[in-house]
């Protein structure tokens, strides 16, 4: 059983705040207050849902009361709710002065909007009204062609083209230190890799920055 003071220094180690714990785990403030200061011993599913929030933002839970952020990690995620979950990290991501100043650009392959929203639902505008309110954030994206159903006023999204690329490159987000490949045909979609690591997130940036080179600034006519 995690103590109170392994879920204080774990949202140090996020700069969360117990509203911002309670708001992402899908509990109320006065719980998340009541457990970390011992007043209540916490219901074993509200204890989980406390650990399974911050181990999606690599957050591990050690015994005789540590806590240590990992550097690397490998996860599968499925369904509605995390790709809800996955897209708060992409805003989460988004939030940060590296995605600003260009050390950490995001950049998107060969993602279908129109599929992307179909999968997203309701969260789909709930996402671009925040994004929208994010001032000096651009999101870069290699598309095979023009997306006809983009919102206005996207202020944030850069297009390049790549005809060729539809059928030949995967899906994939860079963002933060993560690398994410999106599978929208899997039985419960969308089905998403997610690796967490600096390295080749950097990688896959230098990857994304040769095809950004090559793409087109506007589509390109099919012959």
Same mark, same amino acid.
């Given at each position: 059983?995690?103590?109170?003071?392994?879920?204080?220094?774990?949202?140090? *180690?996020? !700069?969360?705040?117990?509203?911002? +714990?309670?708001?992402?785990?899908? =509990?109320?403030?006065?719980?998340? &207050?009541? $457990?970390?200061?011992?007043?209540?011993?916490?219901?074993?599913?509200?204890?989980?849902?406390?650990?399974?929030?911050?181990?999606?933002?690599?957050?591990?839970?050690?015994?005789?009361?540590?806590?240590?952020?990992?550097?690397?990690?490998?996860?599968?995620?499925?369904?509605?709710?995390?790709?809800?979950?996955?897209?708060?990290?992409?805003?989460?991501?988004?939030?940060?002065?590296?995605?600003?100043?260009?050390?950490?650009?995001?950049?998107?392959?060969?993602?279908?909007?129109?599929?992307?929203?179909?999968? *997203?639902? !309701?969260?789909?505008?709930?996402? +671009?009204?925040?994004?929208?309110? =994010?001032?000096?954030?651009?999101? &870069?994206? $290699?598309?095979?062609?023009?997306?006809?159903?983009?919102?206005?006023?996207?202020?944030?999204?850069?297009?390049?083209?790549?005809?060729?690329?539809?059928?030949?490159?995967?899906?994939?987000?860079?963002?933060?230190?993560?690398?994410?490949?999106?599978?929208?045909?899997?039985?419960?979609?969308?089905?998403?890799?997610?690796?967490?690591?600096?390295?080749?997130?950097?990688?896959?940036?230098?990857?994304?920055?040769?095809?950004?080179?090559?793409?087109?600034?506007?589509?390109?006519?099919?012959?």
């Amino acid at each position: 059983m995690i103590t109170g003071s392994q879920i204080r220094g774990a949202r140090g *180690l996020l !700069d969360w705040s117990a509203d911002l +714990l309670a708001e992402k785990a899908g =509990l109320s403030v006065d719980t998340v &207050r009541n $457990i970390e200061k011992g007043r209540v011993q916490g219901h074993s599913s509200s204890i989980d849902k406390i650990i399974q929030t911050f181990a999606a933002y690599d957050i591990e839970f050690l015994p005789d009361e540590g806590i240590k952020k990992r550097s690397e990690s490998v996860s599968t995620l499925e369904g509605f709710e995390n790709f809800k979950f996955f897209i708060d990290q992409v805003y989460d991501a988004a939030t940060k002065e590296s995605a600003r100043d260009g050390t950490k650009p995001i950049c998107v392959c060969n993602v279908d909007n129109n599929i992307f929203r179909k999968h *997203l639902k !309701d969260y789909y505008f709930v996402h +671009l009204d925040r994004m929208k309110k =994010l001032e000096g954030v651009q999101i &870069r994206i $290699i598309a095979p062609k023009l997306d006809a159903n983009q919102p206005p006023d996207v202020h944030y999204l850069k297009y390049k083209f790549l005809n060729e690329m539809k059928s030949t490159v995967a899906p994939f987000y860079v963002f933060g230190d993560n690398f994410a490949l999106i599978d929208f045909s899997a039985p419960n979609p969308p089905k998403i890799l997610l690796v967490k690591s600096p390295a080749l997130a950097d990688s896959f940036r230098d990857q994304f920055e040769i095809m950004w080179g090559n793409a087109a600034d506007k589509p390109q006519k099919v012959k």
